[in-house]
């Protein structure tokens, strides 16, 4: 029940060790070298040459930084940049190899892409409609580029017993806290509601066998990992879970992170709609697959506490701004369940 660590609590790569990274990726004299908005998972670093500009990325979290993980994530971007798709190609070393090895860290270097992040709110019915039929492209193409896939008999859903079991553990460290502070007091009153909500839905626990198909998926879909240009994704980036799971289970999770209030998480479900109706038209995804993810999104976050792990398990308080929205949103989704069903399915 604790929260595992997180690659980027490990130190920065010091300069002279980029400096001989870059040499081994043969790219002119570096001009600049500048961190990158540091993501939750690994290091990033944008690079300037004579010749270019570049991203360099250092795979430094323990989940997925092995090199077996990170050449099988290469070699599923490259194809897709292959097929047209808009993602980042990585780039071969001097013998060859994406993924350069310096120390005990793994890189590769990329492309620098220009663009930006913007918000769900912010998009109009046909750029939602985009995002979603471009998901279900890089569904349908991963499917055809990584390994056959073995459906699984079921997939198991959260106990409620043990995330009871979870909440009595996290609240004891809340009451500890000293000083006592806001997010304290936040944080008290959602585990009293969680547990609230724990019981009333308790028996709506999804079956194994109701899982939506698995498939490959990107595994981190929002809107932090995906780069704006000229009104349409310039990029789909950090292809770090890259893995297999529901692919269904994505499209509705990416929905809740792209489409939510920043302040309420109140997801805007004229936008789901017809970011939903693409995704099905393109993926082939039929009403009762989005049902199925949809049940199954819900009771995940029902059960999910991860952003109070890291706040009191590791003191790790980075997820902090993001809490009050999370809760918000789950609190409005076990009100408004049907409309968000709706929303995704018709």
Not at 117 to 145: K, M, W
Not at 200 to 215: F, K
Not at 311 to 325: G, K, T
């Amino acid at each position: 029940m604790s929260a595992p660590p997180v690659g980027t609590l490990s130190p920065p790569v010091a300069d002279a060790s980029l400096a001989g990274v870059l040499r081994r990726f043969g790219t002119a004299p570096p001009v600049s070298v500048r961190p990158v908005a540091e993501g939750l998972l690994n290091r990033g670093y944008r690079v300037t040459t004579t010749d270019g500009r570049y991203f360099l990325k250092c795979y430094v979290d323990l989940a997925t930084a092995s090199r077996d993980a990170v050449t099988a994530q290469h070699r599923a971007t490259t194809a897709l940049h292959a097929r047209g798709l808009p993602v980042a190609r990585p780039l071969p070393a001097l013998g060859g190899d994406t993924v350069v090895a310096h120390g005990e860290r793994l890189f590769g270097l990329f492309p620098w892409i220009e663009g930006g992040h913007r918000h769900g709110t912010s998009l109009d019915p046909s750029q939602c409609a985009d995002l979603g039929a471009l998901l279900g492209r890089l569904h349908g193409a991963l499917a055809e580029i990584c390994a056959p896939v073995r459906q699984p008999t079921g997939r198991l859903a959260a106990d409620p017993d043990e995330t009871a079991r979870l909440v009595a553990d996290l609240r004891r460290l809340a009451a500890r806290h000293r000083p006592q502070e806001p997010f304290d007091a936040l944080a008290e009153e959602h585990l009293a509601e969680r547990l609230d909500l724990i019981s009333a839905h308790r028996h709506r626990r999804p079956v194994p066998a109701a899982a939506p198909p698995t498939g490959w998926t990107h595994g981190d879909f929002h809107g932090l990992n995906l780069l704006y240009r000229d009104g349409g994704v310039a990029a789909v980036l950090d292809w770090d879970k890259l893995g297999l799971h529901p692919t269904a289970e994505e499209a509705v999770r990416a929905a809740t992170l792209v489409f939510n209030d920043r302040d309420t998480g109140v997801l805007d479900l004229c936008r789901v709609r017809a970011y939903s109706r693409a995704y099905r038209e393109v993926s082939g995804a039929g009403p009762a697959q989005l049902a199925a993810a949809v049940h199954r999104v819900w009771w995940e976050r029902l059960n999910d506490l991860w952003m109070l792990q890291w706040h009191y398990q590791r003191s790790d308080h980075r997820a902090d701004p993001l809490f009050p929205a999370a809760a918000g949103q789950l609190r409005w989704w076990c009100q408004e369940y049907e409309q968000v069903l709706d929303a995704f399915t018709n």
